[in-house]
């Protein structure tokens, strides 16, 4: 089945273990990821004021891309590329005026007809496969991997783009089973890692990453699980900087879903690229005998 | 701490442009605290979330604007889905922020912000929120 996947900047950047993980495990499950034919970037953060219709030019220039390629969905991977596109093109099926005002604004392009949907790839797995499909592909069971689900902000608020219910949300929690991991219940699986203050205040994120890890520890889970390049740094690369602030931090491996949905999909190690994970994960996942 | 409240400062000129731009309607919080006791940012603020609010209602609206709590904040919704009145905190916080971006007076440079990237493999979404969040 042929999907249009829009992956954008940091995919092709710092976080290409992510993509590739996707687009092998997608491979497995029987997708196949089409990256759009010209994209840019989605603008990253959605604009919250009334009057301000110039950055919502970039995520609708980017579904006007879907519809000239023929598609009606758009599939991303990126919590942040989701909810910018997600919330512009809500916006436009609520407000026609907005809607002509950004096609009279972009002349040069075809009008945008607002009937493409935005999709996270968890929730397409999920409504287009189910997970009971997921779990007849499995090769190599998560057995014994307790796992940590983290979603961050940016899937589940605000309510118009949310993926699941936003205070107890189980879609990914649900996929993690299918592929037999255990599930650690996580109060924190919802609450902010403070995304961008990584640059300029990066004291903030020392203090939720010490805050977030060490909660995961405590609750006993081997690895935390994402689906955000700017939580994934905060919360793994930043594990570093975090040790050296708080001398007893215990540190965590973190992982995309994708990396551990195409191990269990029995894709290639390589295709993980666990390379770029800052904490190593291999050895929690040879310790448990998921990999060799 | 006595505060004195002022008809003239109350619904001020500024005050009615961040309910523009946000649109929100500060008056429909009853100061109950949720978006505060949620926020996982509250313990870097000066003014907590529910203080923002209190301090726009009654007109003082300096205070927030020089609050440190405006720049904390990383819009991560969580006062607003949590407000049982439905108020678009987050909204009124950007609105906050952009009546001093607006004025061209960035919180951030593009040098400062980039300067850690040579060293470390920063994600690019992390620049490029930075900038639209704390730039004009």
Known sequence: MEVSYFPGC??????????ISAISSCKLLGLDLTELSRWNCCGTVYSLSTDDSMHHLAPIRNLIRVQEDGFKEVVTLCSMCYNTLKQANELMKKEPDRLKKMNDFMYR?????????????????????????????????????KVAVYYGCLLLRPDS???DDRENPMIMEDLLTALGAEIIDY???????????????????????????????????????????????????????????????????????????????????EDCGFELNYIDPLPVLREKGIIK | MKIEIKNEEVRSEIIQRIEEISGENIYKCYQCGKCSAGCPSADEMDLLPNQVIRNLQIGKVDAVLN??????????YMCWIRCPRGVNLTSLFEACRLMTLRQNLDQVGLKEAIKESEEMDIP???IISLLRKLTS
């Open chain 1, 10 to 19: 940091t995919l092709k950047q710092t976080a290409r273990n992510f993509e």
């Open chain 1, 161 to 163: 783009i949310k993926l």
């Open chain 2, 124 to 126: 690019q979404i992390a």
């Open chain 2, 67 to 76: 609050s440190r709590s405006i720049w904390v904040c990383a819009t991560c």
């Open chain 1, 109 to 145: 392009e075809e009008d945008y007809i607002p009937d493409v949907e935005v999709y996270h790839l968890v929730t397409y797995i999920k409504e287009r496969l189910g997970y009971e499909k997921v779990r007849e592909l499995v090769k190599q069971p998560l057995t014994g991997l």
């Open chain 1, 187 to 269: 109060p924190f699986s919802n609450e902010c890692c403070g995304s961008y203050h990584t640059l300029g205040q990066k004291e903030i994120v020392l203090n939720r990453t010490n805050k977030l890890i060490t909660e995961a520890r405590r609750d006993g889970a081997d690895v935390l699980v994402l689906s955000c390049p700017e939580c994934d740094f905060n919360l793994d690369h930043r594990q570093k900087d975090t040790l050296e602030k708080y001398p007893n931090f215990q540190t965590m491996p973190v992982l995309y879903f994708t990396q551990l949905l195409n191990i269990a999909l029995g894709g290639n190690l």
